[in-house]
């Protein structure tokens, strides 16, 4: 009697999950969409610093001009609070606002668009709960043409294939949930993918690297030589959840990734995304150019700045100091194709994320009012070809380009 | 009229040591805390980047860190039959100013108390007769034991990441440590730091005496280190740039490689930088605190009510601070009443300079805190019968660095400027070889802190007033201990040494420590000191000075940092455990 009496509550509870799953304004359902909401990293963008969470204003600068985040509170004249759950999902799916009107792709919705229908409207439940705050946002601040929302449709003509994430039956459950959160909610390709002269993605070479925002995205394929192929599941899980781990530390805008999205998933959901980007895409050779010779006058001349300005803290050996100065013998953002990432953080210094695993939040001081051109490219090209690394020479110009830029992205 | 603010549980006057580790202790127990600094904020990357940390001019003589007189300074005098006139540029010593404080721009040199310091009074009468005591000596019992406050250095300790090697674990004598020490329940965090050349000729030259030389206590660590809090330390690079320098390796613990960048996570934490608290508030019975006043950069003033004010300012301050504020009775010296500024204690320091033969030091591979010491003279580690004096202090080879603009020894006789003394500076900067005591300074009737009567600060406030010299058992204990030092430099045959024990009167225009202590003293008796023996006002439960140098009772033979964040482990373990429970008085 007793146990007929215990399954029975056993099934009314069940029942009563399941009910609570369907019921848009259960805990459950709500507490689905917040964490939707970090995987997606809305706040990211939506929540301007020191401003009242999702009211919009963060600008966004673009290679076309400036957009501003929209404020995504329910409140009715100036946020979403008018949006019906279709309009919602139109956003994300086909990057159509209310009234099909077209929104710009800084809005990832050619990565939402993999995102089930269920996962939007649970982050739409979400987003019912907060507190809505009047604040007019004007996002399209962009100059002519680009300020006219007609051309998306031209541009998703060419870049934009909607459609919902088809898992790959031949790849394991873990594998699939990694691959749905990176092309998915996490939206990694937004930054990771090199893009075409419109800003699309290079589709045949998903997650090899871009620049953006005066930073370059590092290339996260597999590839050993300057990808993260060198770096264990544990590696990659280790810098998403604190921003540091054995190498490196996250700065720059994947330190707002870290400490807005990936810090906050679950160890579950990192192992899923570490899993897939150790297997995704075209496997690479990892070959590595020729080193550029240490007796090379650009050579001789970074390793004398390098001995001045660097060895403190990055020591001769390129090692650097666990969790606190990243190390450079073997580093795969250091041997990327792209220097601006390099360049940026001699240039204008930079601080690694504050996580809950990782406090010290420690900070590369900036260079700029000490070094020239031509000895940040020496002492960039030294780095990059010296403790085993090889990479292609820094020119400096490349230095004085990224110096004349910087004041537009700070 | 003062604009008031929203109420705190926790008011922290002053963000250095005591008020970070303090900040960090009651927001984790949840409560709403603000810290109000004067100075700004201050960090790493961002103040002090290895890229000009080490910028002599700026920040060693020009003291771009510390405190500014036009902020705040006080009058000095030697004794109370002068006029006392106030500090126009800080050289004596070097108070701090902004977030970090003076735990910025220190040495790193971290000690313990002896056990028998806390029972000082105590102790010397029963070994030596309490006659032999000199009547104007005001030396008492420290209200807690260096076995109830061992849990706390070491607590502090582990947050520092302290390098050195214990000489004592749980009563085992350990070898390469200080035999003389109290007991350690561990081991230090991190292993010695390395020592240079001329640190190694004077441990060889004092272990051929007889002498137990062992590496000292050093806040600037060895190798990396992870602290209790989670924030990483980087290692010790010796550049030689400590005192008077922030550190831009990460590498020196202070408030911003110790605390900060766990407390700032906090969000029921805040910094209030660059605003002075001009007093401490009472409610019109005088026995509460109601919060602080304070003052921004733009002049406007501002009220932070508060259920219980923490005074964490630098020694001297809090002082001032409880006298501004009419909390406690100040002292008279004449009738030996009351007690705040009573018993103001500094440090007996000496040295012996010499040129080695021979010997090339390359002593600008340095670092605040290396050097090898002996602890054989210190406290009462000797029979002090029949030597007239009382107290002691460490001795050793410490040299913190070799800095191009004031480190220039020259033989005796050389010109002070011109070509001979240029060619004599480059021949002898590599074999001037400076050894050094560092010893107790114990408190006395008449060396006291009080408000003076002519001069204001900027807000029309009195400033405080220093009255302090050196006394006979000081010179004698300064002369002895330099002398046995200058045996162990005559062993090093050097081409030529001059000895320099402290002779008075205390001069407040050459450096010597910015190791201040007393004026709030802690005790058992609130007729002889300010706080009881949880940092607590006697007069006003809810003010702590929870563990600044100011509550010493007398200064020892040791710097004070070590004692100072035990202490304010202490006191925050009493307002957790004690105070929070039921507020009022603890004693």
């Not at chain 2, 805390?33 to 001019?57: C, I, S």
């Not at chain 2, 607590?155 to 390098?163: C, H, N, P």
């Not at chain 2, 219980?308 to 409880?322: D, E, G, K, P, Q």
């Not at chain 2, 002090?384 to 020259?410: C, E």
Request: hydrophobic share 35%; proline share 7%.
């Amino acid at each position: 009697m007793k146990q007929s009496l215990a399954s029975a509550a056993v099934l009314l509870l069940s029942l009563m999950s399941v009910a609570s799953a369907q019921d848009p304004q259960s805990f459950d359902r709500v507490e689905k969409g917040r964490y939707l909401s970090v995987l997606g990293d809305c706040a990211g963008c939506h929540t301007a610093q020191g401003g009242q969470p999702f009211a919009g204003g963060l600008a966004l600068d673009t290679p076309f001009g400036k957009l501003v985040a929209p404020n995504i509170t329910p409140d009715r004249d100036t946020g979403i609070g008018n949006m019906t759950d279709d309009e919602f999902v139109a956003a994300l799916h086909d990057g159509r606002g209310r009234n099909g009107k077209r929104l710009y792709p800084a809005m990832p919705y050619p990565a939402y668009t993999r995102m089930s229908r269920d996962d939007i409207l649970a982050m739409r439940s979400y987003f019912k709960t907060i507190q809505p705050v009047n604040n007019a946002v004007e996002s399209n601040q962009l100059p002519f043409p680009f300020n006219i929302r007609l051309a998306m449709a031209f541009w998703n003509w060419l870049n934009f294939t909607p459609g919902r994430f088809q898992p790959n039956p031949q790849k394991s459950a873990e594998w699939n949930r990694g691959a749905y959160l990176v092309e998915g909610p996490a939206h990694c390709g937004t930054c990771h993918t090199p893009k075409t002269a419109l800003g699309g993605d290079k589709t045949a070479t998903p997650l090899a690297g871009a620049t953006l925002q005066g930073w370059f995205a590092p290339n996260i394929t597999a590839n050993t030589h300057n990808g993260i192929g060198g770096w264990s599941k544990d590696d990659l899980v280790a810098y998403l959840k604190t921003g540091a781990n054995q190498y490196t530390l996250a700065s720059g805008p994947m330190s707002e990734a870290v400490t807005h999205s990936t810090s906050q998933m679950t160890d579950e959901d990192l192992a899923a995304i570490a899993t897939y980007l150790k297997d995704s895409g075209v496997p690479s050779d990892g070959a590595k150019p020729t080193p550029v010779a240490a007796s090379d006058k650009v050579m001789r001349v970074g390793e004398a700045v390098y001995k001045d300005s660097c060895a403190a803290c990055h020591k001769d050996n390129g090692s650097g100091e666990l969790h606190l100065f990243p190390k450079l013998a073997g580093s795969a953002l250091v041997q990327s194709n792209d220097p601006t990432t390099l360049a940026h953080v001699v240039l204008n210094g930079a601080r690694a994320a504050s996580t809950a695993g990782a406090p010290t939040a420690p900070a590369m001081p900036s260079f700029d009012w000490r070094l020239k051109d031509d000895q940040v490219a020496a002492v960039l090209t030294y780095i990059r070809n010296t403790w085993g690394n090889a990479a292609a020479p820094v020119p400096a110009s490349a230095v004085a380009t990224k110096r004349t830029s910087q004041a537009r992205f700070d | 009229m003062a604009r008031k603010l929203p109420r705190k549980d926790v008011v922290i006057v002053g963000l250095g040591w005591t008020g970070s580790i303090l900040a960090y202790e009651m927001a984790k127990q949840g409560l709403d805390v603000v810290a109000v600094e004067r100075g700004p904020w201050r960090d790493t990357a961002t103040d002090f980047p290895p890229g000009y940390a080490q910028d002599e001019l700026r920040y060693g003589v020009r003291l771009d860190l510390f405190l500014r007189p036009d902020q705040e300074t006080l009058t000095v005098r030697n004794n109370m039959s002068q006029t006392a006139q106030p500090i126009r540029r800080f050289s004596g010593f070097l108070p701090g100013n902004g977030v970090g404080g003076a735990g910025v721009h220190w040495n790193g040199q971290t000690w313990r108390f002896l056990p028998n310091d806390f029972n000082l009074r105590t102790h010397l009468s029963e070994r030596y007769g309490a006659d032999k005591i000199p009547a104007d000596m005001t030396i008492q019992d420290w209200p807690v034991t260096y076995d109830e406050l061992e849990p706390y250095y070491d607590r502090f300790e582990k947050l520092a990441g302290i390098s050195g090697k214990a000489g004592n674990l749980k009563g085992v004598k350990q070898a390469g440590g200080n035999p003389f020490e109290g007991w350690r329940s561990s081991e230090y965090p991190t292993p010695p730091l390395k020592q240079n050349y001329g640190s190694a000729l004077f441990a060889e030259a004092a272990k051929k005496l007889g002498y137990s030389p062992f590496p000292r206590p050093s806040g600037n660590i060895s190798e990396a280190y992870t602290n209790p809090l989670g924030i990483r330390m980087g290692q010790c690079t010796y550049c030689g740039f400590c005192e008077r320098f922030g550190c831009g390796n990460y590498a020196k613990a202070s408030a911003q490689t110790c605390v900060l960048p766990a407390l700032m996570r906090l969000p029921n934490f805040t910094a209030q930088t660059d605003s002075e608290v001009t007093r401490i508030n009472l409610d019109s019975t005088g026995k509460r605190a109601t919060g602080v006043t304070y003052v921004d950069t733009s002049g406007e003033e501002w009220e932070q009510p508060a259920d219980i004010v923490l005074v964490c300012a630098f020694s001297l301050f809090n002082v001032r601070l409880m006298l501004l504020s009419g909390i406690g009775k100040p002292y008279d010296p004449v009738s030996g009443k009351g007690v705040v500024g009573r018993n103001y204690a500094y440090q007996t320091t000496s040295g012996v300079s010499m040129i080695l033969k021979d010997k090339i030091l390359n002593s600008f591979i340095a670092t605040g805190s290396g050097g090898m010491m002996i602890d054989e003279f210190n406290g009462d580690n000797f029979d002090h019968k029949d030597l007239g004096f009382f107290g002691g202090g460490y001795m050793g080879s410490g040299q913190t660095g070799a800095r191009p603009i004031t480190t220039r020894p020259v033989p005796k006789g050389t010109p002070r400027w011109g070509a001979e003394w240029k060619k004599a500076t480059a021949e002898t900067y590599s074999s001037g070889f400076g050894i050094s005591t560092h010893g107790s300074s114990y408190s006395y009737r008449d060396c006291y802190l009080d408000l003076d009567p002519t001069f204001k600060d900027r807000f029309g406030r009195p400033l405080m007033r220093m009255t302090f010299d050196f006394k006979d058992n000081e010179i004698k204990m300064s002369q002895f201990l330099t002398d046995r030092l200058a045996e162990i430099a005559r062993a090093l045959d050097p081409v030529e040494m001059t000895a320099s024990p402290r002779k008075g009167p205390w001069n407040s225009t050459i450096y010597q420590t910015t190791h201040n202590t007393g004026g709030t003293v802690m005790g058992s008796d609130p007729e002889t000191s300010v706080v009881n023996r949880y940092c607590q006002s006697w007069d006003v439960p809810n003010v702590f000075v929870p563990g600044g140098a100011s509550v010493f009772p007398q200064n020892h033979g040791y710097n004070p940092t070590g004692t100072v964040g035990a202490l304010a482990y202490w006191t925050a373990d009493a307002i957790k455990d004690r105070y929070l429970k039921n507020p009022g008085p603890l004693v």
